[in-house]
C-alpha cells in the first residue's frame, strides 16, 4: 500500500503537488513530506497564469480575493502580442468565448460573411474580454449575462514566490511536512529500481512509498535516478535563454499579459501590484547575452529593482514523466517556453492527473501508462499551439525570424493550419487546453487567412445577420463600458497590504 508521499523540491510546482495531495488525502490514506533546500533556488518566473488556474483554486477551497492580496496579483483578461506577424503589428489573444454559435455553426463563420461584404469590424469586437482589456476595465463577471453575451474569461498575473508561500501555508495547516535539507543521494531497491528512500547530507533519510519531482531543469529523480529520457523540441522551439528582471510599477496597471518579438526572440510585460515582471526569452544560437540584456534593460517601463537573472533551458519533455513511484512535474516534467502562460497550468493538470489515478494500493502499471500517454497528448498540443506563433510569421529581418518561417513543422501542426486554410475549420481534440477562440486569435493575428468560410452561415438573410451581430457587439461594449477600471476595482476589493 502506499501510504507515504514525498515531494522533492519546493516552489510553484511543489506546493502545488503538496496542497493538492494534503487535500485529496486529508491525512486519513496517507501522509506527505515535502523536502526542499533553502540553499537551492527556483526559477519563480511564472508570474502569468490562464483561466484553468480557478479550477484550481476552487478544488482547494481558496478564497480569490484573500489569495489576490496575498500573492501582489492582477488580473489578467488576455495576451497581447506585438510585432509578431511583423514590425507594428498587434494582436490580442483573449481568455474565453468570441461571440455566439448559430444553428450549431461558430461565429466566426458569419463574421467571415459579414467581413467579405466589408461589415463586421474585427474578430474580437466580439470578445468581452479583448474589448474589457483593451478599455483597461476589470470585474469579476456576473453570472447571469444577457443572452448572446459571451462570458468573460480571465486569470491572474502573480509573484510566484508569494503563490509558493501562500501554498505552504494552506499545505501546512493541512498536515504536510516541510523537512528542509539537501538530497545527497537517492537510494533504488535493488529488486526493482523503484525509488525507496533520500538521503540528506546530513545523514537524514527520508523513505517514502511515492515521489514527486519538483527539483526543476535537473530532474533528480525522475532523469538522474531513473533515466527516464528526455525528448528536444528545440529544433522547433530553438529559444534556450531568458533574462528576468523585476521593476517598478507604473499606472495603470493592464488587465493583460504582453509578448513584444524580439529580433531573436521575446519579450514579456507582467503588472503586478507592487512591480511588473519583465523577461527576454530568446535563442542563444542567435544573440549574445550582454546584448539580449541591453534589449531588455532598454523596453522597461520602470527603473529596474535587481540586476537581470539568467535562465538556461531546453524546450521539450521528459519521455516518461511517471516511471516506476515516481512522477515529475513542473520544469523536471519538461519545460514549454512561457510564451502562453502555460507552465504553472502544466504543474496544475499534472498534479490532477495525478490525483485521478493515484496508486494507494501499490504500483499500477496500467495507471502509468496512462498518466504518460495523456501528459504526452497535452504536452504536444501546447507545443503546437506555441510553435504556431514563431512559424506563422512574415518577419525576415533577422537569421532567427527566418529559420522560424521556414523551418519544418509538426505534422500534427501543419494539418490544423492547412484545415483552417481550407475552411476555416479548427482541428481540436477533446479536453485540449486551447479551445476554437484561442486558436482562431492566432491564426488571424499571424495572418492566416482562410481560403473560404462553411457556407452554412449563408443560411440567415444578411440583414437579420448583420442585426445579430451589431446586437451582440453593441451589448458587449455597452457592459464593458460600464465596468470599473482594473485598478479602481483592485483598489475596492483586493489591494495588497502594505509591506
Request: aromatic content about 12%; hydrophobic content about 35%.
Given at each position: 500500500m502506499y501510504r507515504k508521499f514525498v515531494v522533492v523540491g519546493g516552489g510553484t510546482a511543489g506546493w502545488i503537488a503538496a496542497a493538492t495531495l494534503a487535500h485529496a488525502l486529508k491525512g486519513r490514506v496517507g501522509e506527505v513530506e515535502l523536502v526542499e533546500s533553502d540553499e537551492i533556488d527556483t526559477v519563480g518566473v511564472g508570474e502569468a497564469t490562464i483561466p484553468p488556474i480557478q479550477f484550481l483554486n476552487s478544488i482547494l477551497g481558496i478564497d480569490e480575493f484573500d489569495f489576490i492580496?496575498?500573492?501582489?496579483?492582477?488580473?489578467k483578461l488576455a495576451i497581447?502580442?506585438?510585432?509578431?506577424?511583423?514590425?507594428?503589428?498587434?494582436?490580442?489573444?483573449?481568455?474565453?468565448?468570441?461571440?455566439?454559435?448559430?444553428?450549431?455553426?461558430?461565429?466566426?463563420?458569419?463574421?467571415?460573411?459579414?467581413?467579405?461584404?466589408?461589415?463586421?469590424?474585427?474578430?474580437?469586437?466580439?470578445?468581452m474580454a479583448a474589448v474589457t482589456a483593451r478599455m483597461g476595465k476589470f470585474a469579476v463577471p456576473p453570472k447571469d449575462l444577457p443572452p448572446g453575451v459571451p462570458g468573460l474569461g480571465y486569470a491572474y498575473h502573480f509573484d510566484a514566490g508569494l503563490y509558493a508561500k501562500y501554498l505552504r501555508s494552506y499545505s501546512e495547516a493541512r498536515g504536510v511536512k516541510r523537512t528542509e535539507g539537501k538530497i545527497a543521494e537517492v537510494e533504488l531497491r535493488p529488486e526493482d529500481g523503484f525509488v525507496a528512500a533520500l538521503k540528506l547530507t546530513d545523514g537524514r533519510r527520508i523513505e517514502g512509498d511515492f515521489f514527486v519531482d519538483c527539483s526543476g531543469f535537473r530532474g533528480l529523480l525522475i532523469e538522474q535516478a531513473l533515466n527516464a529520457g528526455f525528448e528536444d523540441w528545440s529544433h522547433w522551439l530553438p529559444c534556450d535563454r531568458a533574462l528576468a528582471v523585476p521593476c517598478e510599477s507604473v499606472s495603470p496597471m493592464t488587465p493583460f499579459t504582453r509578448a513584444t518579438a524580439r529580433k531573436a526572440g521575446w519579450q514579456w510585460r507582467i503588472p503586478l501590484q507592487h512591480r511588473i515582471g519583465?523577461?527576454?526569452?530568446?535563442?542563444?544560437?542567435?544573440?549574445?547575452?550582454?546584448?539580449?540584456?541591453?534589449?531588455l534593460l532598454?523596453?522597461?517601463?520602470?527603473?529596474?529593482?535587481?540586476?537581470?537573472?539568467?535562465?538556461?533551458?531546453t524546450a521539450g519533455r521528459r519521455k516518461k514523466t511517471w516511471s516506476k513511484n515516481v512522477v515529475a512535474?513542473?520544469?523536471?516534467?519538461?519545460?514549454?517556453?512561457?510564451?502562453?502562460s502555460t507552465s504553472i497550468h502544466l504543474v496544475q493538470t499534472g498534479a490532477l492527473r495525478l490525483l485521478s489515478l493515484l496508486p494507494l494500493g501499490g504500483y499500477d502499471p496500467a495507471a502509468e501508462a496512462e498518466y504518460n500517454r495523456l501528459t504526452q497528448i497535452e504536452y504536444e498540443q501546447i507545443r503546437d499551439f506555441i510553435i504556431l506563433h514563431y512559424h506563422a510569421t512574415e518577419r525576415d529581418d533577422s537569421e532567427f525570424w527566418k529559420y522560424c518561417r521556414h523551418m519544418p513543422i509538426p505534422d500534427s501542426l501543419a494539418h490544423k493550419i492547412e484545415l483552417f486554410r481550407a475552411r476555416a475549420k479548427v482541428a481540436?481534440?477533446?479536453?485540449?487546453?486551447?479551445?476554437?477562440?484561442?486558436?482562431?486569435?492566432?491564426?488571424?493575428?499571424?495572418?492566416?487567412?482562410?481560403?473560404?468560410?462553411?457556407?452554412?452561415?449563408?443560411?440567415?438573410?444578411?440583414?437579420?445577420?448583420?442585426a445579430r451581430?451589431?446586437?451582440?457587439?453593441?451589448?458587449?461594449?455597452?457592459?464593458?463600458s460600464r465596468l470599473p477600471t482594473h485598478d479602481a476595482f483592485i483598489a475596492s476589493t483586493c489591494r495588497a497590504e502594505e509591506g
Open positions: 492580496k496575498k500573492t501582489q496579483a492582477t488580473f497581447q502580442f506585438r510585432d509578431w506577424r511583423r514590425i507594428g503589428d498587434e494582436y490580442l489573444h483573449p481568455f474565453g468565448p468570441t461571440g455566439q454559435s448559430m444553428e450549431g455553426l461558430s461565429f466566426h463563420h458569419y463574421w467571415m460573411r459579414l467581413r467579405a461584404n466589408g461589415e463586421g469590424g474585427a474578430l474580437d469586437d466580439y470578445s519583465n523577461g527576454h526569452v530568446y535563442s542563444s544560437s542567435h544573440m549574445g547575452d550582454d546584448e539580449a540584456a541591453d534589449i532598454a523596453n522597461l517601463d520602470g527603473k529596474p529593482q535587481a540586476d537581470p537573472r539568467p535562465l538556461r533551458f512535474l513542473g520544469l523536471a516534467g519538461g519545460f514549454m517556453e512561457p510564451l502562453e481540436r481534440y477533446d479536453d485540449q487546453l486551447f479551445a476554437e477562440p484561442s486558436w482562431l486569435a492566432v491564426f488571424f493575428g499571424q495572418g492566416i487567412e482562410p481560403r473560404d468560410y462553411d457556407h452554412l452561415a449563408d443560411v440567415p438573410a444578411y440583414p437579420d445577420l448583420a451581430v451589431r446586437q451582440i457587439g453593441a451589448q458587449i461594449h455597452g457592459l464593458a
